[in-house]
């Protein structure tokens, strides 16, 4: 139960600090040869940071627009099958996939836009990139609070453009994290008790 619980307290802070990155403002500085993938990302953080410096648009506002931005860029149903990992995946009946992605997609969307209110002075230098066959690993560093913060972003390519499929913070890995954590639901417990768990966080999230 203890360690289940630091799984839990591990996975909101990794997640926090993702959703530093995509809130950020302008003044990244990029490597003198930019991909794609790079001016990608770029791109998305500039069109947040214009969001969060509208004087005129609350903060349910905000997150809708930010969700319209950011959300594109993630192929959240491939996130979903990766964190819950291969055997755990395949044991699945369909309905239950379905499920679980639609649970696992919201619980993503809920956690990194109730963050929007706490973002504060954080920028971000995108250090450079490397091609792995189809993927794309963007390196940045992140700057907070006078703590510099290694960031690692994984895009693949897609049949709709370049997307990402996890994103590595000082070398710990989003998907790997919820993986540990759903693993561990799964093994004291059945698919059916972890989807319940999902849908009541949902429910309190949303009351």
């Known amino acids: 139960m203890v360690e289940n619980t630091k799984n839990k307290e591990r996975v909101l802070r990794f997640f926090y600090s993702v959703v ?10 990029a490597a ?3 991909t794609a993938v790079e001016v990608l990302l770029r791109g998305k953080l500039d069109a ?5 410096q509208k004087n ?14 950011v959300s594109p860029i993630f192929d959240f149903a491939l ?15 369909k309905d239950q996939k379905g499920r679980f992605t639609e649970l696992f997609i919201r619980l993503l969307k809920e956690t990194y ?9 954080e920028t971000i230098n995108i250090v450079g990139s490397i091609q792995i066959k189809n993927k794309v690993h963007v390196t940045t560093e992140l700057n907070s609070k006078g703590k510099k913060f290694s960031m690692l972003y994984k895009f693949y ?3 709709n453009g370049w997307k990402i499929y996890d994103v590595e913070i000082e070398g710990i890995s ?9 693993d561990q639901e799964l093994r004291n417990g059945t698919v059916d008790d972890l989807l319940l768990k999902m849908e009541k966080s949902k429910n309190t999230q949303s009351g």
């Open 113 to 121: 836009l109730d963050k929007v209110s706490l973002y504060s002075d």
């Open 48 to 52: 947040v940071s214009m969001v969060l």
């Open 56 to 69: 005129d648009l609350d903060l349910q506002g905000k997150k809708l627009e930010i969700s319209e931005i």
């Open 157 to 159: 390519k897609s049949r």
């Open 174 to 182: 989003l998907i790997t994290s919820y993986r540990s954590q759903f």
């Open 20 to 29: 530093l990155l995509l809130m950020i403002p302008s003044g990244i500085h």
């Open 79 to 93: 996130m979903a099958k990766l964190t819950l990992g291969r055997d755990h995946w395949t044991a699945l009946n």
């Open 32 to 34: 003198d040869s930019p």
